[in-house]
C-alpha cells in the first residue's frame, strides 16, 4: 500500500525526471508551470483523470496566474487515502481565486493529519532511478505484507468484537420487544383515549388483567385435573432395571395421558408465566420515566402529579406501604388453604412461604426509589390480585367458572392425608423382603398407589433383581388398565427369573395386557409355557398356576383353539373342582360346532 500510494503522489517528478536532465530540485516547480500553464481547459482535463495528483507547490511558491499571490496548500495524504476525488481540489482553487482569506488555506495546512512527508520531494541518490524506486518499493510492499499479517490478526478482533457487540445488541433488542409493546399499548390508549396519564396507565392494567382472565381460570382448572389423575398415569421416569431412555418414557406417559383426556403437566407451572409480564411492565413504565416521555411530568394527579421523580412528600412513603401490604395479604390468601403436613413437600412449601414473606421488605424499600408513574401499574396489579384471590376462595365463584369447589377437594386431600398417615405406621426399614412386597401389594389391593409405589422403590433399592416387586408394578398398571405399561414389567420378569412361581405370575399378565391390546395370537403364545410346567406343590404358588391355565385356556377358545384349550381345562379341574364349569361349558361348544 505504502509503494502504491508513494508512486502516484511521485508521478508527476517522475514524469519530468524522464524527460529532461533538469535538476531534480526543479522538478516540481517545473511540472506546476507545465499544469497551471495549460489553462482552465486543459487543468480540468488533467483533474478528471482518475489517479490525478495535483503538482505539489512548496508553500514558498506562489501559483501562477494568481495575483493575490495565495497559495494552493498539497493534497493531503490522508485525504486521499479515503477515497475523495479531487473536488476538494478544485473547490480550494477556486476559493483561493475567489478572494476568501488566508485563514481557510493556512487551517488546512494546521491539521495534524495534512502533514505532509518532507521524504516525499528530498533528492534521490545519484543511481538510476528506475531501479531505486523499483527496490524502494519491495521494500514497501514486504514491510506491508508483514504489517498486513498484523492488521489481520488486529482486524480479526476487531470483526470478533464489532459481532459480539451485534449479538449482543440483537439479544438485548429481542427481550426488549415485550417492554416496547408495552410502551405502545400504553401510549395507543393515551392517545385514542386523550385521558391523563395516570389514569390510561390504571384503565390499560385492569384491562390487560382482564384479558388474560381466561387464561388464568384456564391453568387452575387443568392443573387441578391433572393432580386429580395423576394415579391414573404411568410414571413420567422410566422404571428401575428397565432399559428405557426417559425420552421414551415419556412417549409412553404422553401416551396414556392423551388416551384418557388427562391435561399436560406443564399446565401445573403455567401460572408462573404472569411474573416476567408483570416484570415487563415495570421496566417499560420505569423506563417512560427516567427518560421523560412526554407528559408523565404533568401526568398524574394529586400530591403524585410529576410521575418521573420518586415518591416524595408528606404521603411519599403511602405507595410502599400500599404495595407492601397487598403484597403480603395476597401471599397469606394464596396460602390459607393449604393444609398443614408433615411430610418434605409441605417443609419447603413453608420454607416457599417464608421466603415470600420476608420479600415484603425490600420490596418496600425499592418503592422509595421508582418513580411514581410505576405505582400506578403497580398498585392496581396488585389489588387485582387481591380480588382475585378472593373470588377464587369463593364456591360460587369457582363453580360459576367450571372450577372444581374447595370443599371437594378438601375432602380429597383429608382422604390422601388419611392414606398417608396409614402408610406411615409402616416403616419400610423394618421390614424384609417379604414384608416389603406383602405390604406392597395390600397397598394396591386398597387403591394406595403411591404408597405401594414407595415400597416398591424401596424393595428394588435393596433387592435390584427381586422379579416378586416387577411383578407387583405390573398388577398396578393393570389395574390401571394401563397395558403397555404392565407388559414391559411383566417382560422383565419373564427374561430374567429362573424359578416357577415368579413366571407363572408374569406369563399370566403378559397374557392378560397382550389380550386386552386385540393382540390375541400373541397372547397366547405368551402363556404357552404355563403348559410344559408341573403342577406346583405350594398350594399358594398352585391356585396362582391354575388360574393362569383358566386363563391360557380363555384365550385359546376366544381364538378358535377350543380343541387345545379343553386338555388344560380338564388338567386344571383335577385340582380343583370348581373348573369343570368352564370344562362342561368348552365341552358343549365343541360339540355343538361339530353338528
Known amino acids: 500500500?505504502?509503494?502504491?500510494?508513494?508512486?502516484?503522489?511521485?508521478?508527476?517528478?517522475?514524469?519530468?525526471?524522464?524527460?529532461?536532465?533538469?535538476?531534480?530540485?526543479?522538478?516540481?516547480?517545473?511540472?506546476?508551470?507545465?499544469?497551471?500553464?495549460?489553462?482552465?481547459?486543459?487543468?480540468?482535463?488533467?483533474?478528471?483523470?482518475?489517479?490525478?495528483?495535483?503538482?505539489?507547490?512548496?508553500?514558498?511558491?506562489?501559483?501562477?496566474?494568481?495575483?493575490?499571490?495565495?497559495?494552493?496548500?498539497?493534497?493531503?495524504?490522508?485525504?486521499?487515502?479515503?477515497?475523495?476525488?479531487?473536488?476538494?481540489?478544485?473547490?480550494?482553487?477556486?476559493?483561493?481565486?475567489?478572494?476568501?482569506?488566508?485563514?481557510?488555506?493556512?487551517?488546512v495546512f494546521d491539521r495534524s493529519e495534512d502533514k505532509i512527508d518532507p521524504s516525499v520531494n528530498s533528492p534521490v541518490p545519484n543511481k538510476d532511478l528506475e531501479m531505486s524506486s523499483w527496490e524502494s518499493g519491495n521494500a514497501s510492499v514486504q514491510r506491508d505484507i508483514l504489517n498486513g499479517r498484523d492488521n489481520s490478526a488486529v482486524g480479526g478482533d476487531i470483526l470478533e468484537s464489532v459481532t459480539n457487540q451485534s449479538i449482543g445488541t440483537s439479544i438485548w433488542s429481542i427481550l426488549r420487544l415485550p417492554a416496547d409493546a408495552v410502551v405502545a399499548t400504553v401510549e395507543g390508549v393515551h392517545n385514542v383515549t386523550g385521558a391523563p396519564w395516570w389514569l390510561t396507565i390504571v384503565g390499560s392494567t385492569l384491562a390487560f388483567r382482564a384479558a388474560i382472565f381466561p387464561f388464568t381460570i384456564t391453568y387452575i382448572r387443568k392443573s387441578a385435573l391433572f393432580a386429580s389423575s395423576i394415579s391414573l398415569l404411568p410414571p413420567i421416569r422410566p422404571p428401575p432395571e428397565s432399559g428405557k431412555s426417559f425420552a421414551e418414557q415419556y412417549r409412553i406417559f404422553t401416551k396414556r395421558r392423551l388416551e384418557l383426556g388427562v391435561p399436560s403437566p406443564f399446565w401445573t407451572v403455567a401460572g408462573f408465566v404472569q411474573a416476567p409480564l408483570f416484570l415487563y411492565w415495570i421496566i417499560a413504565l420505569r423506563g417512560m420515566a427516567t427518560t421523560g416521555h412526554p407528559g408523565f411530568d404533568t401526568g398524574g394527579v394529586l400530591w403524585f402529579s410529576d410521575l418521573t421523580v420518586p415518591v416524595q412528600g408528606s404521603l411519599g412513603a403511602l405507595f410502599p406501604t400500599l404495595v407492601a401490604v397487598t403484597y403480603f395479604a395476597n401471599i397469606q390468601i394464596a396460602f390459607r388453604?393449604?393444609?398443614?403436613?408433615?411430610?418434605?413437600?409441605?417443609?419447603?412449601?413453608?420454607?416457599?412461604?417464608?421466603?415470600?414473606?420476608?420479600?415484603?421488605?425490600?420490596?418496600?424499600?425499592?418503592?422509595?426509589?421508582?418513580?411514581?408513574?410505576?405505582?400506578?401499574?403497580?398498585?392496581?396489579?396488585?389489588?387485582?390480585?387481591?380480588?382475585?384471590?378472593?373470588?377464587?376462595?369463593?364456591?360460587?365463584?369457582?363453580?360459576?367458572?367450571?372450577?372444581?369447589?374447595?370443599?371437594?377437594?378438601?375432602?380429597?386431600?383429608?382422604?390422601?392425608?388419611?392414606?398417608?398417615?396409614?402408610?406411615?405406621?409402616?416403616?419400610?426399614?423394618?421390614?424384609?423382603?417379604?414384608?416389603?412386597?406383602?405390604?406392597?401389594?395390600?397397598?394396591?389391593?386398597?387403591?394406595?398407589?403411591?404408597?405401594?409405589?414407595?415400597?416398591?422403590?424401596?424393595?428394588?433399592?435393596?433387592y435390584p433383581d427381586e422379579p416378586e416387586a416387577y411383578n407387583i408394578y405390573g398388577m398396578l398398571h393393570i389395574k390401571k388398565r394401563q397395558w403397555s405399561e404392565a407388559l414391559e414389567y411383566y417382560s422383565l420378569v419373564i427374561s430374567k427369573a429362573q424359578d416357577d412361581p415368579p413366571r407363572i405370575t408374569a406369563l399370566m399378565g403378559a397374557g392378560i395386557a397382550l389380550f386386552n391390546q386385540g393382540k390375541r395370537r400373541e397372547a397366547v403364545?405368551?402363556?404357552?409355557?404355563?403348559?410344559?410346567?408341573?403342577?406346583?406343590?405350594?398350594?399358594?404358588?398352585?391356585?396362582?398356576?391354575?388360574?393362569?391355565?383358566?386363563?391360557?385356556?380363555?384365550?385359546?377358545?376366544?381364538?378358535?383353539?377350543?380343541?387345545?384349550?379343553?386338555?388344560?381345562?380338564?388338567?386344571?379341574?383335577?385340582?380343583?373342582?370348581?373348573?369343570?364349569?368352564?370344562?362342561?361349558?368348552?365341552?358343549?361348544?365343541?360339540?355343538?360346532?361339530?353338528?
Not at 354 to 360: F, K, V
Not at 559 to 588: F, M, T
Open 337 to 462: 388453604t393449604v393444609k398443614p403436613r408433615n411430610d418434605v413437600v409441605a417443609f419447603f412449601m413453608k420454607i416457599y412461604q417464608w421466603w415470600l414473606e420476608a420479600m415484603t421488605i425490600p420490596l418496600f424499600l425499592m418503592g422509595f426509589y421508582l418513580p411514581q408513574g410505576v405505582f400506578m401499574y403497580w398498585l392496581t396489579n396488585n389489588f387485582f390480585n387481591l380480588a382475585q384471590s378472593l373470588g377464587l376462595q369463593n364456591d360460587s365463584f369457582r363453580a360459576r367458572f367450571g372450577l372444581p369447589l374447595l370443599s371437594e377437594m378438601e375432602k380429597q386431600a383429608a382422604k390422601q392425608q388419611a392414606q398417608s398417615a396409614e402408610a406411615q405406621n409402616i416403616n419400610p426399614e423394618l421390614l424384609d423382603l417379604d414384608g416389603l412386597l406383602l405390604a406392597a401389594t395390600q397397598c394396591v389391593a386398597n387403591d394406595r398407589d403411591v404408597e405401594a409405589t414407595n415400597l416398591l422403590k424401596f424393595a428394588l433399592e435393596k
Open 525 to 595: 403364545e405368551v402363556m404357552r409355557p404355563l403348559i410344559d410346567m408341573s403342577v406346583p406343590k405350594e398350594p399358594v404358588v398352585r391356585v396362582k398356576y391354575l388360574r393362569a391355565l383358566v386363563t391360557l385356556s380363555s384365550a385359546m377358545s376366544q381364538e378358535g383353539l377350543k380343541e387345545e384349550a379343553l386338555p388344560l381345562l380338564e388338567r386344571a379341574a383335577k385340582w380343583d373342582s370348581s373348573i369343570n364349569v368352564y370344562v362342561k361349558e368348552l365341552q358343549e361348544e365343541l360339540e355343538s360346532s361339530k353338528t
Open 1 to 107: 500500500m505504502a509503494f502504491r500510494h508513494t508512486r502516484r503522489l511521485l508521478a508527476p517528478v517522475l514524469h519530468c525526471r524522464r524527460q529532461s536532465s533538469v535538476p531534480r530540485g526543479s522538478h516540481c516547480l517545473a511540472a506546476g508551470e507545465e499544469f497551471w500553464s495549460r489553462g482552465a481547459a486543459g487543468r480540468e482535463d488533467v483533474r478528471g483523470k482518475p489517479y490525478f495528483s495535483p503538482p505539489a507547490t512548496p508553500a514558498g511558491f506562489a501559483l501562477q496566474g494568481s495575483s493575490s499571490g495565495r497559495f494552493l496548500p498539497l493534497r493531503p495524504f490522508s485525504w486521499w487515502s479515503r477515497g475523495s476525488d479531487s473536488s476538494s481540489i478544485t473547490d480550494d482553487h477556486s476559493r483561493s481565486q475567489s478572494g476568501e482569506g488566508m485563514e481557510s488555506v493556512s487551517g
